[in-house]
Nanobody
């Protein structure tokens, strides 16, 4: 069993930054991937970024160059640094580990 708790969402203006955190507890495997996903109103959930145990990363084209995913295995926490935010980044952001999901944190970007 894995528990994931996201935090750090909020209301910002276009061009500003936010850092999301996802704290994991339970049967965590640091060698396994952790990922961030988002779901905008009326749209399907989509992958934003993933980081594997060795530190390699992959990003959705829409966030490349603006978002950075990182993890601290000593704290069982994954982060998503989001810079140059756009209104189209507005969504509920979820983290995932081994198929488990958190409750999500809302990010709203105003124009």
């Amino acid at each position: 069993q894995v528990q994931l708790v996201e935090s750090g969402g909020g209301l910002v203006q276009a061009g500003e930054s936010l850092r999301l955190s996802c704290a994991a507890s339970g049967s965590i495997f640091s060698a396994n991937a952790m990922s961030w996903h988002r779901q905008a109103p009326g749209k399907q959930r989509e992958l934003v970024a993933v980081i594997w145990g060795g530190g390699s990363t992959k990003y959705a084209d829409s966030v490349k160059g603006r978002f950075t995913i990182s993890r601290d295995n000593t704290k069982n926490t994954v982060y998503l640094q989001m810079n140059s935010l756009k209104p189209e980044d507005t969504a509920v952001y979820y983290c995932n580990h081994m198929g488990y999901w958190g409750e999500g944190t809302l990010v709203t970007v105003s124009s």
